[in-house]
């Protein structure tokens, strides 16, 4: 089977991360010949393309995962460039895969447009999901589309793969996303104060662990150098190394790490998909939607909540008290999650007629 996988290549670790998931696990229920890939977030599908490209060279047509439910400046209310009276013209199979709404609670959510070119998806797709980080709810709330949930594919990025440990020390990973800062903080104060109170609980970490920042996108790069800058045993991965064509690199990291701290879904998603456990810095829905989903609220910190700093020393000490537990949980859950992913792509080989 020759596939074209259509998914967000724009500069964000984690969307490369989660890419890493979908081809695992179509490598592992498909018959797959190769994969080749482009960027939603760039490549019209224009008639010509369809017809010369996607209906000849494929036989199946996967878009997703990601949170491609988002961007109400887009044509079409969200990622997938496509005029909504082409999309009938598709006559390969096509999927729609564990897709995320991403909307901010301040957007106002998806645009009537959008809306619609999203029915007009359903209406032709074989099969369209959403992941498991509370988009179901989200995009039912304000489409009245009611989708199945399914696994974010990042959690499968170890499905049949080896990645390579860069560290001889027990480390911590800290993510920190920074682009959209209003969104994320609220405003330039709490920034300020955010980063004031990490640094406290980097030094802290420091003293018992190598700290390792994980920029996932060039936005995130600055601020994390601010918050280490003047801290032993601290660092900043090397952002240029990574991103964006060796992301299975970035990967390995959260595999050996001791534990993550996170504030973008795929730092939440990319280390439990290995064991490891988490603490969910939340700034969007989908991040305590995920932790809701997995039993792991305990874990999970508002980042503009006034006591945020003794909250998360506090999340710190209760993770490193019942490691062990939380492993053994995580690996629980990623066994129902495969078993889910496998019963989906069931669902999917029958209506593609395989």
Avoid at 252 to 274: D, L, N
Avoid at 288 to 308: A, C, H, I, T, Y
Wanted: a negative charge; proline letters at 4%; charged letters at 25%.
């Amino acid at each position: 089977m020759r596939i074209l996988h259509t998914y967000c290549l724009n500069f964000n670790i984690g969307d490369y991360a989660l890419g890493i998931g979908v081809k695992n696990l179509l490598r592992e229920n498909l018959n797959v010949d190769y994969i080749a890939e482009t960027n939603i977030q760039g490549r019209e599908f224009t008639e010509y393309y369809i017809n010369e490209v996607v209906n000849k060279k494929y036989d199946l047509l996967v878009i997703g995962g990601g949170g491609i439910i988002h961007g109400a400046h887009w044509p079409n209310g969200w990622f997938w460039l496509i005029d909504k009276e082409l999309i009938k013209q598709i006559k390969i199979p096509f999927i729609v895969y564990g897709v995320g709404y991403n909307y901010w609670v301040e957007e106002g959510g998806i645009p009537q447009r959008g809306i619609d070119h999203l029915n007009e998806t359903i209406k032709h797709a074989a099969y369209f999901s959403v992941r498991n980080d509370g988009s179901a709810k989200r995009i039912l709330d304000q489409t009245g589309i009611a989708a199945p949930v399914i696994p974010d594919p990042g959690f499968h990025i170890d499905l049949n793969t080896e990645y390579k440990n860069f560290e001889n020390v027990p480390y911590v990973i800290v993510q920190i996303a920074n682009d959209k800062p209003l969104s994320r903080f609220g405003s330039i104060d709490r920034q300020k104060n955010f980063i004031s109170d990490m640094i406290e609980v980097t030094k802290d970490l420091s003293k018992r662990y190598k700290v390792v920042y994980a920029p996932h996108v060039p936005d995130d790069v600055a601020i994390s150098q601010e918050i280490v800058k003047d801290i032993d045993n601290a660092e900043v991965w090397d952002f240029a190394q990574f991103a964006f064509d060796h992301s299975e690199m970035a990967v390995g990291y959260y595999k050996y790490a001791e534990f993550a701290i996170a504030m973008r879904g795929h730092g939440q998603i990319v280390p439990i998909g290995f064991d490891v456990p988490v603490i969910a810095l939340e700034n969007h829905p989908k991040h305590r939607g995920l932790m809701e989903e997995l039993d792991f609220l305990d874990f999970n910190v508002k980042v503009n909540q006034d006591n945020f700093k003794d909250e998360l020393f506090s999340k710190i000490e209760k993770l490193e008290k019942e490691k062990d537990m939380i492993i053994e949980k995580c690996k629980e859950i990623n066994l129902k999650l495969i078993d889910t992913s496998n019963k989906a792509f069931e669902t999917i080989k029958n209506r593609i007629n395989l």
